[in-house]
């Protein structure tokens, strides 16, 4: 859930900060083994009530903090200090929604105390440039922002007339109006795709709006991954489900508690998917945070040890290593949480000196071997089969690196030092220069990528819930395999 309101007042902050309903949310009644660690945020000085709404891949989290007085602040917490973004000159508030792996944030703020909220980004030193332009009524919101600090949100029109328009602000500020009919922009993804409300896809000025359930046919975009997935809500007779789309069409993700007022907020590579079950209404059972993955839906309290002392209200961001953000009570307080998994680690294949990506370890082709605080590589020194293509047609730098598999000599087999167990793994096999290849990757022994590419789709990417008994996570190629080629792999425990 994101700050949409675009007039600050307490009350309205209020109200977006969850906890005011009774806590009523019953115990799993035989919880599995702690999946996430977690960690309370804090809050700023003497502020009570904190939300957390984003995570980068470096674990750096941003959101809003209530303050002594009322008023909301921007925050960001990194290594375990949270720190104000502060205001515009002149102004009482503000709000962060979203941070990119460079550490620019998107979101809100006032010019004037207690008045309307404008689009702004903070750089990664945390400048806050005010993107609203000069109308004072253009009132509107930040709410994503992509890998090269480009954000989007939305503005009313100079007349201050109707609902935020969807709009896209450059690097440089220059404003990009989405379209007369396009709402609210939610989200935006490294290819430049936008989403928003109504549910549209928006990208270098087309549109493929995003259907309902029949009859209802409202719906919401929030979030799209890298890999164009999208995810949000839809209207169903008197409920709001969360969905993804699927082929083009919404599929319900499910429902906790019997809640039937959901929305998914954020999506990661992998496809997990994070929300929140709020039944807005008090008295009442108490709002849920959730985790979607591999088709089941799992309250985020069932993945944490018993006796937390936690009730996980929202889920509102997830990044590609797994960790969540959002907001729950601790002791009768709203605080800001960061959950870790028990173990994560991700890892880029590219040759040695090639930029890492922000979060990942590199692998450079070397024998399976300890590196630091992993232990990992491959079957044989593989080093020579490495490629960084610097390619126009990457992503980003993930999908711009890659090490064969299938050389003459050269290696066939990845493996990872885990501890036994069961692990979600997302492995992405392609090559931006070439679709010399059909590409099909196993992990202990499960097929997990399998496809030819295309010049359209040079990557081929997919995710498996594999069980390890021998202390050792392994990678390699199917039958049918052509000149397999590993990109990355992100390994979260399940």
Same mark, same amino acid.
């Given at each position: 859930?994101?700050?949409?309101?675009?007039?600050?007042?307490?009350?309205?902050?209020?109200?977006?900060?969850?906890?005011?309903?009774?806590?009523?949310?019953?115990?799993?009644?035989?919880?599995?083994?702690?999946?996430?660690?977690?960690?309370?945020?804090?809050?700023?000085?003497?502020?009570?009530?904190?939300?957390?709404?984003?995570?980068?891949?470096?674990?750096?989290?941003?959101?809003?903090?209530?303050?002594?007085?009322?008023?909301?602040?921007?925050?960001?917490?990194?290594?375990?200090?949270?720190?104000?973004?502060?205001?515009?000159?002149? &102004?009482?508030? !503000? +709000?962060? #929604? @979203? *941070?990119?792996? %460079?550490?620019?944030?998107? $979101?809100?703020?006032?010019?004037?105390?207690?008045?309307?909220?404008?689009?702004?980004?903070?750089?990664?030193?945390?400048?806050?440039?005010?993107?609203?332009?000069?109308?004072?009524?253009?009132?509107?919101?930040?709410?994503?922002?992509?890998?090269?600090?480009?954000?989007?949100?939305?503005?009313?029109?100079?007349?201050?007339?109707?609902?935020?328009?969807?709009?896209?602000?450059?690097?440089?500020?220059?404003?990009?109006?989405?379209?007369?009919?396009?709402?609210?922009?939610?989200?935006?993804?490294?290819?430049?795709?936008?989403?928003?409300?109504?549910?549209?896809?928006?990208?270098?000025?087309?549109?493929?709006?995003?259907? &309902?359930?029949? !009859? +209802?046919? #409202? @719906? *919401?975009?929030? %979030?799209?991954?890298?890999? $164009?997935?999208?995810?949000?809500?839809?209207?169903?007779?008197?409920?709001?489900?969360?969905?993804?789309?699927?082929?083009?069409?919404?599929?319900?993700?499910?429902?906790?508690?019997?809640?039937?007022?959901?929305?998914?907020?954020?999506?990661?590579?992998?496809?997990?998917?994070?929300?929140?079950?709020?039944?807005?209404?008090?008295?009442?059972?108490?709002?849920?945070?959730?985790?979607?993955?591999?088709?089941?839906?799992?309250?985020?309290?069932?993945?944490?040890?018993?006796?937390?002392?936690?009730?996980?209200?929202?889920?509102?961001?997830?990044?590609?290593?797994?960790?969540?953000?959002?907001?729950?009570?601790?002791?009768?307080?709203?605080?800001?949480?960061?959950?870790?998994?028990?173990?994560?680690?991700?890892?880029?294949?590219?040759?040695?000196?090639?930029?890492?990506?922000?979060?990942?370890?590199?692998?450079?082709?070397?024998?399976?071997?300890?590196?630091?605080?992993?232990?990992?590589?491959?079957?044989?020194?593989?080093?020579?089969?490495?490629?960084?293509?610097?390619?126009?047609?990457?992503?980003?730098?993930?999908?711009?690196?890659?090490?064969?598999?299938?050389?003459?000599?050269?290696?066939?087999?990845?493996?990872?030092?885990?501890?036994?167990?069961?692990?979600?793994?997302?492995?992405?096999?392609?090559?931006?220069?070439?679709?010399?290849?059909?590409?099909?990757?196993?992990?202990?022994?499960?097929?997990?990528?399998?496809?030819?590419?295309?010049?359209?789709?040079?990557?081929?990417?997919?995710?498996?819930?594999?069980?390890?008994?021998?202390?050792?996570?392994?990678?390699?190629?199917?039958?049918?395999?052509?000149?397999?080629?590993?990109?990355?792999?992100?390994?979260?425990?399940?």
């Amino acid at each position: 859930m994101r700050q949409q309101g675009l007039k600050w007042t307490a009350a309205a902050a209020t109200g977006v900060l969850l906890g005011q309903c009774a806590v009523a949310a019953a115990a799993s009644a035989a919880p599995a083994p702690a999946a996430y660690t977690i960690t309370d945020l804090g809050v700023l000085g003497a502020g009570d009530n904190s939300v957390a709404t984003a995570v980068n891949n470096a674990g750096e989290v941003v959101g809003y903090n209530m303050t002594s007085t009322g008023l909301t602040h921007a925050f960001r917490w990194r290594r375990g200090v949270i720190s104000d973004l502060g205001t515009e000159q002149g &102004g009482s508030s !503000s +709000t962060a #929604a @979203a *941070i990119n792996d %460079a550490g620019q944030v998107a $979101g809100t703020a006032d010019r004037t105390g207690g008045g309307y909220g404008y689009p702004a980004r903070w750089s990664a030193t945390g400048v806050l440039t005010d993107l609203g332009g000069a109308a004072t009524n253009a009132l509107g919101a930040g709410t994503g922002v992509d890998p090269g600090g480009r954000v989007v949100g939305g503005q009313r029109p100079a007349t201050s007339e109707g609902e935020p328009l969807g709009t896209l602000y450059q690097a440089d500020g220059t404003r990009v109006d989405l379209g007369a009919n396009l709402g609210l922009a939610r989200g935006i993804n490294a290819v430049g795709q936008v989403v928003g409300s109504p549910a549209y896809v928006w990208q270098a000025g087309s549109v493929r709006f995003l259907p &309902g359930f029949p !009859s +209802t046919g #409202a @719906a *919401i975009a929030n %979030a799209i991954n890298i890999s $164009g997935q999208v995810v949000g809500s839809a209207s169903a007779g008197n409920n709001l489900l969360a969905v993804r789309w699927q082929n083009g069409n919404p599929v319900t993700l499910g429902t906790v508690s019997g809640i039937n007022y959901n929305q998914a907020t954020a999506v990661n590579a992998a496809g997990d998917i994070v929300g929140t079950a709020d039944p807005l209404c008090s008295p009442c059972v108490s709002a849920r945070g959730w985790l979607w993955r591999a088709g089941s839906l799992v309250p985020l309290d069932d993945l944490l040890p018993a006796g937390s002392g936690w009730v996980l209200q929202q889920a509102n961001g997830i990044n590609d290593r797994g960790q969540i953000v959002g907001a729950g009570l601790r002791d009768g307080h709203v605080r800001a949480f960061l959950l870790t998994p028990t173990f994560s680690v991700s890892i880029n294949f590219a040759p040695a000196g090639s930029a890492v990506p922000v979060g990942y370890l590199a692998d450079t082709g070397t024998a399976y071997g300890t590196r630091g605080s992993y232990t990992y590589g491959w079957d044989v020194d593989n080093s020579v089969n490495a490629r960084d293509r610097n390619s126009v047609r990457s992503p980003d730098q993930r999908y711009d690196t890659l090490t064969h598999m299938q050389k003459a000599g050269g290696a066939s087999r990845w493996e990872l030092a885990v501890p036994n167990g069961r692990y979600a793994v997302h492995v992405v096999a392609g090559d931006p220069d070439n679709v010399d290849s059909t590409y099909r990757l196993t992990v202990e022994g499960q097929l997990a990528a399998s496809g030819i590419p295309t010049a359209a789709q040079h990557w081929i990417e997919g995710k498996v819930t594999v069980t390890v008994t021998d202390g050792r996570l392994t990678i390699g190629n199917a039958a049918d395999a052509v000149n397999d080629k590993l990109a990355y792999v992100d390994v979260v425990s399940a």
